[in-house]
Every structure is written in C-alpha cells, then in structure tokens.
C-alpha cells in the first residue's frame, strides 16, 4: 500500500511513544540500512539498545528484535517513516539474511493476522497430554523437536549476533510451533531464551550460546532416547513438558514417601501470554528423610488459596514422587493427610555456599536436566552490594551469593533480616537463589561481621 505520512504516524497511539519514534526516524540512529521492493530494513541503535527492523509495506507487515510486546514497534514504524522521508539513505541491495528468514518465514495469512503469532492455548495441549502415550502423538512430539533441532543448527550457523537479533516474531513462531506439538517444556525454554537474548553485559553471549547448546541437547535426547535409562528418560519428557497431568498415575504406580512435611514455600504464577492459566508451585521438606519435593498444580484463574497445603503448615502424609534420577516432582492425595497442629516449628538446616556448590554438582551430575534445586542456605546476611542489588554474605566462608527472581522478595529479605542472619531457602538455578522463604537462626557474634 502507498503510505501517507499521517497513516504512518497513526500507528504508533500513545503520544510518549509517538514523539520517541519521530526521534528515532533519524539517520545517525540507524546503520545497515537497504531496500528491496516493497521492503526495507535496518540495524538500529539507541544507547546502549541495539535493534534490527524490517517492513514490508506493501502488505503492512513490521518485524523488529527488540523485546518490546507493542505490535509495530516504534523501531519499526520509525524506519518506515525514515524511508519514506529520505528513501536516498535506503541503498537498493540484496536483503540480508536475517530479512530472508523473516521473509521466508512470514505465513500466508499474516496478512490477516497482522503478523501477529497465534498460540495453541495451553489448557488445549495440557488437556492433550492426559494420554501422552498414544502413538499419534508421540510421533508429533518427535516431529516438533526434530524441527526445532535443525532450527537451532541453522541459527547457529548464522552466528551468534544473528541469534541475537533475529526479528522477535521468528522466535515467537517457533515458540508456538512448539506448542503446536505439545511440547510446552521445549516452548518454554526456547521462549526463556528469547528473553535471554536481551539481557546486556560481557556475559550475554556466553549465557546465550550455553542456553541454546542445552535446549540442542535436550532435542537430541528427546530425538535418541534409547541409551537413557528409564528415569533418565522420564526427566527428559518432564523437560519437554509432558506426564505434566499424569498425577493419577503417578500416584497409583509410586511408592508413598511417608513423613512429616513442612510446607516451606507455595506461589502461584500465571503461564506467561496464556491468560487466566495458573501454576502452583508447592515446596516441602520431609522432616524424617530430609527431602524435598515440590508439588506443582495447574489451573484456571489461580487455585483458591483455601484448598491445598497452608504454607508454613506441617502435614504428615505420604508423598509420591515422580519417576525421575533426582526426584523432586511429587503429589499427593490430600485426603490422606493429617495437619499437625503442634509439635514445634520444623526447618531444614542451612547448608553454607560451598556446601551448595558441591551438592549442586552432584545433583547435576544424577540429572543434567535439573531446571531448579532446592536448597536452604544459612547462616547468611542479605547485605546491598549495589545501590540496587542485594546478595547473601556468608559470614565463615566470606563469600557472597546473587540472587534473582521478583524485586519484593528479595527486598522483604534485606528488611527482615536488618543485618541479622537468616536461613534462606530458595531455587538455585546454577548461577543464583530465588528466594522463597526465610527464617531467624542464631550465629556466634564473631560471625556477624558483614563486608
Ligand atoms: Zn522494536
């Protein structure tokens, strides 16, 4: 279609947003720039931001890298207007590859769609994987990840760079394709990367190249899994997000794991994109055995907080772990079991950061496919080692540990603790701790000394 300047402008609605994009319609913003028809394209940069765009203007597509969910994006509605204010600044040349994948790519109805991805929902794939088993199915899922193996190989044949910032439409055409397939694990940690491409610093391409030789792997042990033992091959679909529903199974097939478990953490997340679709992530800790398990429920809207296990509460009954070489996954039949009113407060004892390092390795070591551990860690000291970031000092081994996850944890953390120590538990990711829960615990004064 032939734009007018006005249609242009129009696109972007907010009025912030607008002036931004007028800003950016500048060249000494833009590097790379090409056209080709009715397309054209450009690296972008603002900042420390660096983006790639691309429009087709006869079919009103855009496409950008950069994270912004806003659909166009002011990088590129502003190249669209910086092309049709000074198309001299547009050399006509051969797209470049990243605009060929886009171009290749780009469905036949997206005219219709606007360019838009639509998902499979994901209550229609967790329904679907209520019988895992059928061969049907099986032989999908095997397609899906055969797909995604051999985009992978192409991405990174491209580079790293490319990987980068590649338009984001393209990984969220994978990501549902994934979905498409029932395989919501795969989705999920091809969509972690997509976010991860973002992240700035030395360590970027080195978090994302590692992020993107895992998930090959995982396609690969999903594609092969006959030298697997069984377990092993039960972690494998858990990553890739099958038996998420086989609850009944598993509570059929598994021996209970009998103990008195306190209930150290519950929260309730929504499924990223999916709406009024909910998890429940339930940790516990075994008084008798010493182990935890986590209990993770699915759901429309979020689970009442009435039914279930009360955090801090501490239950005994059995537990029923799923198959796996390091179980963690568990459920249980609540009718079986029985809330101890007294008995004092249970906590599992605090492990120091080289404790953590070791039983972390060894843990791996049992499944490569762990995606979080639990842990508690203690006697430590939230300390602010930035004006914005908080870490965990360990007063004997002197060393400090990150964190992550949502701000207000591990704000409550540092407010709480006012240099006092504190037993953390909380999901280590291999690089740092999630909070979840904390609790006092005494320390020798010699101990407290923070850096
Ligand atoms: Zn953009």
Not at 219 to 237: G, I, K, M, N, Y
Not at 274 to 283: A, D, E, K, S, V
Request: charged share 15%; proline share 9%; hydrophobic share 40%.
């Amino acid at each position: 279609m032939n734009w007018s300047e006005e249609q242009v402008l129009a696109l972007i609605a907010y009025r912030e947003h607008n002036e931004h994009m007028q800003l950016l319609a500048a060249a000494h913003h833009w590097t790379e720039l090409g056209q080709a028809d009715t397309v054209c394209w450009g690296q972008g940069q603002e900042g420390e931001q660096v983006w790639r765009a691309g429009v087709d203007s006869a079919s009103a597509q855009f496409a950008c890298s950069c994270p912004d969910g806003s659909h166009p994006c002011v990088h590129s509605v502003a190249l669209l207007l910086f092309w049709m204010r000074t198309p001299v600044h547009f050399p006509l040349a051969e797209p470049p590859e990243w605009m060929t994948w886009w171009q290749a790519e780009r469905p036949a109805d997206a005219a219709r769609t606007g360019g838009r991805t639509r998902y499979t929902p994901i209550w229609v794939v967790q329904k679907a994987l209520e019988h895992p088993d059928q061969p049907e199915r099986l032989a999908r899922q095997q397609h899906g990840a055969a797909t995604l193996a051999t985009w992978l190989q192409a991405l990174l044949a491209e580079g790293l760079p490319f990987a980068q910032y590649l338009f984001s439409s393209i990984w969220e055409n994978q990501i549902a394709h994934l979905f498409e397939h029932e395989l919501p694990g795969l989705g999920r940690a091809l969509r972690q990367i997509a976010v991860l491409r973002h992240q700035p610093g030395p360590q970027a391409l080195d978090d994302l190249l590692a992020a993107l030789g895992d998930l090959y792997l995982l396609t690969q042990a999903f594609q092969h899994p006959e030298p697997l033992s069984p377990a092993e091959r039960e972690d494998v679909r858990l990553r890739a997000g099958i038996h998420l529903l086989a609850r009944e199974r598993v509570l059929a097939t598994q021996p209970g794991v009998a103990d008195t478990w306190r209930v150290l953490a519950r929260h309730t997340q929504p499924e990223e994109r999916f709406g009024p679709w909910y998890h429940r992530r339930t940790w516990l800790w075994g008084q008798r055995t010493g182990r935890y398990a986590l209990w993770l429920e699915s759901d429309w809207n979020p689970p009442p907080s009435s039914s279930g296990l009360q955090p801090r509460g501490q239950y005994t009954g059995p537990l029923h772990f799923y198959p796996s070489a390091y179980p963690l996954r568990a459920t249980l039949d609540l009718a079986g079991w029985v809330r101890q009113q007294s008995g004092g407060e249970m906590v599992p004892p605090g492990i120091s950061p080289w404790q953590l390092a070791e039983a972390y390795a060894a843990a791996l070591q049992q499944q490569p496919w762990l995606t979080e551990w639990p842990v508690t860690l203690g006697p430590v000291v939230p300390v602010l080692t930035s004006p914005t970031e908080v870490q965990l000092y360990h007063p004997q081994e002197q060393c400090l540990v990150p964190l992550h996850g949502p701000a207000q944890e591990v704000w409550q953390l540092l407010a709480t603790s006012a240099g006092a120590p504190l037993a953390v538990f909380g999901e280590w990711n291999g690089q740092a701790l999630q909070p979840w829960a904390h609790w006092a615990v005494a320390a020798s004064p010699t101990e407290l000394s923070t850096p």
